[in-house]
């Protein structure tokens, strides 16, 4: 497991501290939008955009940090 995460550390061009970061921004955007899309299943009236917005901004993040990771090496 050390083996595969520094390799995956070094595909990504990061530091442990920098993806950790990352990464938990990414699961704590997703968790809120989990939330919200709970709260919009039981009351449809309400956060009618939260899940898309959530989905578009997470897509954005990741296919961004990929970009530039893919023209770092």
Do not use: W
């Amino acid at each position: 497991m050390i083996k595969t995460s520094k390799e995956h550390l070094n595909l990504t061009n990061e530091t442990y501290t920098q993806h950790f970061k990352f990464a938990s921004c990414i699961a704590l955007t997703m968790i809120y939008g989990g939330i919200q899309a709970m709260l919009h299943a039981i009351y449809p009236g309400i956060l009618t955009k939260a899940a898309s917005t959530k989905i578009k901004k997470l897509y954005s993040l990741v296919s961004d940090r990929s970009n530039i990771n893919n023209e770092r090496n």
